[in-house]
């Protein structure tokens, strides 16, 4: 079983900033694209941004220029650096990973439990 546990999350002021962290334990072969997404009240989950085991990367639009994601394979982690954090960036903030556990299984998509983001005076 595979797990995914963020952690970070908490109480911003305006132009503040956070680091996400997400780390993956349990029965791990590969990890392949891995991501952070975020859903705040009355609204959809949405991606935030993705990494792909190689390293490229991709951001929602709303975040471009102030967010920056990384992983560290060695140890199945990975970040999300928030900059010049904004009201609107106020949400659940939850980890994503398509992980196979063994050679002979097909990947599985595996969520987090989430970490509450809130940017506020």
């Known amino acids: 079983q595979v797990q995914l546990v963020e952690s970070g999350g908490g109480l911003v002021q305006p132009g503040g900033s956070l680091r996400l962290s997400c780390a993956a334990s349990?029965?791990?072969?590969?990890?392949?694209?891995m991501g952070w997404y975020r859903q705040a009240p009355v609204n959809q989950r949405e991606l935030v941004a993705r990494?792909?085991?190689?390293?490229?990367?991709n951001y929602a639009d709303s975040v471009k220029g102030r967010f920056t994601i990384s992983r560290d394979n060695a140890k199945n982690t990975v970040f999300l650096q928030m900059n010049s954090l904004k009201p609107e960036d106020t949400a659940l903030y939850y980890c994503?990973?398509?992980?196979?556990?063994?050679?002979?299984?097909?990947?599985?998509?595996?969520w987090g439990q989430g970490t509450l983001v809130t940017v506020s005076s």
């Open positions: 349990g029965s791990i072969f590969e990890i392949n694209a």
């Open positions: 990494i792909t085991s190689g390293g490229n990367t």
């Open positions: 994503n990973a398509g992980v196979r556990p063994r050679p002979s299984d097909w990947k599985l998509e595996v």
